[in-house]
């Protein structure tokens, strides 16, 4: 079963690795205050879907593309045993039927300053919902 996963093409260093992959689906999304990118006018996300045998690969040229000059970020996928997140170079590789294990993914967010509602890759989270704007 393929990985299914989004990124944003912003958070990269260079783009040019999504020519590496199979991309399903794209969406452009207006920067709001809530995105806390104020040096971007856009979010442009890429669904992406992920064969299973470069998966692993995969996760860790992505963790050597993630752009660090504004911000963290981070890039997941998963598919119904295996769920990758990865920050810049660090990479998470996570049992989805063990929940424990997404705190230390979770906790090394927080460390870099992600806020906690962007951190919704445990099982535990419905899709977030972004706080109203003021």
Excluded: C
């Excluded at 205050?33 to 669904?47: D, F, G």
């Excluded at 769920?83 to 063990?98: A, L, M, N, Q, T």
């Amino acid at each position: 079963m393929n990985y299914e996963g989004e990124i944003i093409e912003e958070s990269l260093r260079n783009p040019a690795i999504l020519k590496l992959l199979h991309i399903t689906s794209a969406r452009v999304e207006p920067v709001t205050a809530v995105h806390r990118t104020p040096w971007l006018k856009q979010w442009t996300l890429h669904t992406v879907s992920v064969p299973p045998a470069q998966a692993e690969a995969l996760a860790e040229q992505l963790s050597h593309e993630i752009e660090t000059s504004h911000q963290a970020w981070y890039i997941d996928f998963k598919n119904s045993t295996t769920h990758y997140i990865i920050f810049s170079d660090k990479v998470f590789k996570i049992d989805r039927r063990k929940a424990g294990q997404y705190q230390a993914a979770t906790d090394y967010g927080l460390t870099l300053g992600i806020p906690p509602y962007q951190l919704d890759f445990a099982p535990n989270i419905v899709q977030w919902q972004r706080p109203a704007e003021k």
